[in-house]
């Protein structure tokens, strides 16, 4: 190294002390923009990978999620692998109702318009009462018990204990999806449930498995029907495609819509996570366009603290060549005496804050801003030079 380049960097001790403040402060920020630019990527991933956009089937006014008596061409819809809906859906959660009544217990919900139903689900997730996300503690005597077709039956632990050692219960079931009115006696039957596990307390909700639901409903009123359809988006990239998808069964929510209309709608409750998206890409949008002007005010302090220091050294220069000094040894030796007092604080930022390639970047532009003054001070002609300073 030049051993009078650190005794030339004194002779402007002021220039130097800046540069030197100046790159840290411009490393440091640097540093600090590419780790929060990681950051919100690595959220806005996550965010798209694990975020829960929760989809439900509700009626036309988009008022009522449950009780839907939907026919079986809408579960088949959203069940069928070949639907253009299906590659949409993940966690997909159906119920069916009944009302029922238990001799014996005193439970009854017929004839009544707000019932615990006798609901059919095909997992956990159909019910908060189950839901283990909502603290629900369920005891399971048969592990397999959303994939049963048989008459097996979840009710609360007071109830379970009322039914002896033989854990049966005989039930009254009525199909709300059958008109009474014009159809008496239909959707009927009395069926003998086995009870293979219990929820904390009491309560008169019973659940039985999804499957055996649709039997009982075949069995009981002819027809096959579900109450109630939500799923959870399979790929939050492609939101926009889930409605278009489902357009050929559920439309939109209107809130205008007559109480009398039969169709469905659709809603995906995306707002939230949406918002979340948004305001991570506005953050990275930022950064991206905050970095290169970081970069390029690091051309900038390049530029200047290199003119400030060749400004009054003309005349030095001049001699130099004129004494033999090339003009690529005089252009890298007044690069490396310019590029010091910023290589130092961007030393000392990439071993605190590990952004090597970034402010590996900056020196790179602070280093073009040098070239440039450097370039232009070894184009003049010596000889002119010194007969001006004559």
């Not at 109702?97 to 609901?119: H, Q, R």
């Not at 397999?144 to 002896?164: A, K």
């Not at 930022?286 to 690091?298: K, V």
Request: negative net charge.
């Amino acid at each position: 190294m030049d051993p009078y380049l650190f005794k030339r960097l004194l002779r402007r001790p002021w220039i130097s002390l800046c540069t030197v403040f100046i790159s840290l402060v411009l490393c440091v920020l640097i540093s600090y923009i590419f780790s929060y630019r990681d950051e919100q990527k690595i959220g806005l991933e996550e965010a798209v990978q694990s975020y829960d956009v929760l989809c439900v089937v509700t009626d036309a006014k988009g008022t009522k999620s449950s009780g839907l008596r939907m026919d079986e061409s809408y579960m088949d819809f959203v069940m069928d692998p070949e639907s253009s809906l299906a590659p949409y859906i993940s966690d997909l959660r159906i119920t069916k109702e009944f009302k029922f009544s238990a001799p014996g217990y005193g439970i009854s919900t017929l004839g009544s318009v707000d019932y615990t139903p006798l609901t059919g689900v095909i997992s956990e997730r159909c019910s908060d009462t189950l839901n283990p996300e909502f603290g629900a503690e369920i005891t399971y005597l048969e592990e397999d018990f959303y994939e049963r077709t048989d008459y097996i039956c979840i009710l609360s632990e007071e109830l379970y204990y009322e039914l002896g050692e033989e854990k049966t219960i005989r039930l009254n079931v009525t199909d709300p999806v059958v008109d009474q009115n014009r159809e008496p006696g239909v959707g009927k039957g009395t069926i003998e449930f086995k009870a293979v596990g219990y929820y904390p307390g009491r309560g008169s909700s019973i659940f039985m498995p999804f499957g055996a639901a649709l039997k009982l409903s075949e069995e009981i009123s002819g027809r096959v029907s579900c109450d109630s359809i939500s799923f959870i988006a399979s790929d939050n990239r492609k939101l926009d495609m889930i409605s278009s998808a489902a357009s050929e069964k559920f439309g939109a929510a209107d809130p205008l819509a007559h109480a009398s209309d039969e169709s469905f709608a659709l809603i995906i409750f995306d707002e939230q996570y949406r918002s979340s998206v948004a305001a991570m890409e506005q953050n990275i949008r930022r950064t991206d366009i905050l970095i290169p002007l970081l970069f390029l005010l690091g051309a900038g302090t390049g530029f200047l603290a290199s003119f400030l220091s060749t400004r009054n050294e003309n005349r030095t220069y001049a001699l130099m060549r004129t004494l033999g000094m090339t003009r690529k040894k005089l252009f890298f030796s007044i690069l490396r005496e310019q590029t010091v007092p910023a290589v130092i604080p961007a030393l000392a930022a990439s071993v605190f804050a590990g952004a090597f390639i970034p402010i590996s970047i900056y020196l790179a532009f602070y280093v073009i801003g040098c070239a440039a003054c450097a370039f232009k001070v070894i184009k003049a002609a010596p000889t002119s030079i010194l007969r001006e300073q004559e």
